[in-house]
């Protein structure tokens, strides 16, 4: 069963770093660019990046630019997210998601196939 597993939510204090994983269990993440979206109560789901399925690029919102970073380790089948500087408007469900094989990452989530159950985070003091 092809799955997607986000942990390392929780709630953090603003300016504080949390670490986010999308773990795949049932196929590899090889060959999947992965996106993260999160989505606040009462609004839409949004993009917050992605990272392609070789690694070489990855891609923000512009609200996370310079304070976020995605990263994977294919022989881990996991990929990451880590969240600096927080704000309380980030506050969210985060969820991660994968792309068909071999496609081009976008910030569409319509163009993503697989998708975690999410993990909340939640940053206030």
């Known amino acids: 069963q092809v799955q997607l597993v986000e942990s390392g939510g929780g709630l953090v204090q603003p300016g504080g770093s949390l670490r986010l994983s999308c773990a795949a269990s049932?196929?590899?993440?090889?060959?999947?660019?992965i996106g993260w979206f999160r989505q606040a109560p009462g609004k839409e789901r949004d993009f917050v990046g992605f990272?392609?399925?070789?690694?070489?690029?990855?891609y923000y919102a512009d609200s996370v630019k310079g304070r976020f970073t995605i990263s994977r380790d294919n022989a881990k089948n996991t990929v990451y997210l880590q969240m600096n500087s927080l704000r309380p408007e980030d506050t969210a469900v985060y969820y991660c998601?994968?792309?068909?094989?071999?496609?081009?990452?976008?910030?569409?989530?319509?163009?993503?196939?697989?998708w975690g159950q999410g993990t909340q985070v939640t940053v206030s003091s």
């Open positions: 998601a994968a792309a068909k094989p071999y496609y081009s990452a976008t910030a569409y989530a319509r163009d993503y196939s697989y």
């Open positions: 049932g196929f590899t993440l090889e060959g999947y660019a």
């Open positions: 990272i392609s399925w070789r690694a070489v690029r990855t």
